[in-house]
């Protein structure tokens, strides 16, 4: 099978390029893509508080990356952390106003990212394209 007729592998590609690209622009931040989607994933829940399980579900990462990737924020000041109060097993996470104004910029980052990665599409391929990834997300 050719390289360039499988879509897997396309969109492999594209991801790395992608990757690759925001870390390189988000290190001005002192963030990685990883860091910046849990900073995210915390400001995006209700309450703005998500316990490592929690995290774990929604950046689709292993408890071990996941718990690596905060305790590395934390350190930088990102986030805080504290047990639970009915279960000290349990430990909550909280951003920062240090990490909710470095998750604003990087969050402004990826979407000029995003605009130059799609500004070969036309707006109504760039709404299909979304709509594309969304379906095929859903299936998995």
Do not use: W
Not at 66 to 78: D, F, N, P, V
Not at 118 to 126: G, I, P, R, V, Y
Not at 128 to 134: A, C, S, T
């Amino acid at each position: 099978m050719h390289e360039e007729a499988s879509c897997i592998m396309l969109i492999r590609r594209l991801q790395a390029h992608l990757e690759k690209q925001l870390n390189n622009d988000l290190q001005k931040l002192d963030l990685t893509m990883s860091q910046a989607g849990g900073l995210a994933a915390i400001l995006e829940a209700p309450d703005k508080q998500l316990t490592l399980k929690q995290l774990e579900k929604k950046m689709g990462l292993s408890q071990s990356v996941t718990a690596g990737i905060l305790s590395r924020i934390e350190q930088k000041g990102y986030v805080t952390s504290y047990g639970d109060p009915n279960d000290r097993r349990i430990k909550i996470f909280c951003v920062t106003p240090l990490g909710e104004q470095l998750c604003e910029d990087a969050r402004k980052m990826i979407l000029q990212t995003e605009k130059q990665f799609l500004s070969s599409l036309a707006k109504a391929e760039q709404d299909d394209f979304r709509i594309l990834l969304q379906k095929l997300l859903q299936s998995t």
